[in-house]
């Protein structure tokens, strides 16, 4: 039995072709995890409903089709505070991303990330191309111990997907200009058989998978560019989904940090994105243990 079922999942659902996406995949990983589903959309105060009721209904028509039981429900208000606040009481949020073109290329709508730094569960981002397919899920790693939470979530979803996991750690490589004084970083293999305290964590956030019989892969890669080796990996691998973190935020508001990687993935990904975020306590339990062992 998996320590983090994955019970009730959150579809927000505001009529676009992304949210239909959205809407495929929720009945898919509905359906693999034996999941419910609530269909839910905000409505600003005075506008006609009648387009997100239609949205809803269409939502409903795809989980019902793939048997999973759903309900649906509509509120006015604010999108961003009324998603967070009806997130709570879920496992899992899924929502579709439409990319806007803007300075620099196409971006997701700043709703996109208030949203996912608001919801304090996970989220999966579904981009309008995306396929409804998770057989191989890609979970990019610093190493930290603080993720575990979030690696035994991807194990939950894995085993119910029958989804084997990818475990990406990139080691940096120092630019060019400094490489002749840098140390070189460690082959892979022979990092993680070594007794460091990245290794250490590598080893345990692999074996959080092998404990839950989802075949797992620890992938070491030297880079400078760490969005351009995710998304070779990814394109490597065939993965379905990649997994990214956020940091828990020292401000007074209850939200999350996206930091540059998360966010150049969740603008450029082709394959839905899967936003974890980090536990406070855990990151102070592992900025402790960094302090202990100097």
Not at 95 to 109: D, E, I, L, V, W
Request: hydrophobic share 45%; charged share 25%.
């Amino acid at each position: 039995m998996s320590e983090t079922a994955i019970g009730r999942i959150l579809l927000l659902v505001d009529g676009s072709a992304a949210g239909e996406a959205a809407s495929r995949f929720a009945a898919l990983v509905a359906g693999r995890a034996g999941a419910s589903v609530t269909a839910f959309s905000v409505a600003r105060a005075g506008d006609v409903k009648s387009e997100l009721q239609a949205a809803l209904a269409n939502a409903a028509a795809i989980l019902g089709k793939a048997s999973v039981k759903a309900e649906t429900a509509i509120v006015e208000g604010h999108l961003v505070a009324e998603a967070a606040a009806k997130a709570r009481g879920y496992d899992l949020t899924i929502f579709g991303t439409s990319r806007k073109r803007r300075a620099g290329g196409h971006r997701p709508s700043f709703s996109v990330w208030q949203l996912a730094k608001s919801i304090e569960t996970p989220v999966l981002l579904v981009p309008e191309e995306a396929r409804p397919r998770i057989a191989r899920l890609l979970v990019c790693t610093g190493g930290e111990r603080y993720i575990e939470k979030g690696a035994r979530f991807v194990a939950a979803l894995a085993r119910s997907a029958g989804a084997e996991v990818v475990l990406l750690h990139i080691l940096p490589v120092a630019p060019e200009m400094y490489r002749a004084w840098a140390p070189r970083p460690q082959p892979g293999t022979t990092l993680v058989e070594g007794e460091s305290r990245l290794a250490r964590q590598l080893r345990a956030q692999r074996g959080i998978f092998e404990k839950e019989s989802v075949p797992v892969t620890l992938r070491i890669e030297e880079s400078d560019d760490i969005e351009r080796s995710i998304f070779s990996v990814c394109r490597k691998t065939e993965a379905d989904v990649i997994v990214v973190g956020s940091s828990p935020s020292r401000g007074p508001l209850r939200t999350s940090v996206l930091g540059n990687v998360t966010r150049d993935v969740v603008s450029r990904a082709s394959v839905p994105v899967m936003i974890i975020r980090s536990s406070p306590k855990g990151l102070l339990r592992d900025l402790w243990t960094i302090l202990k062992e100097g």
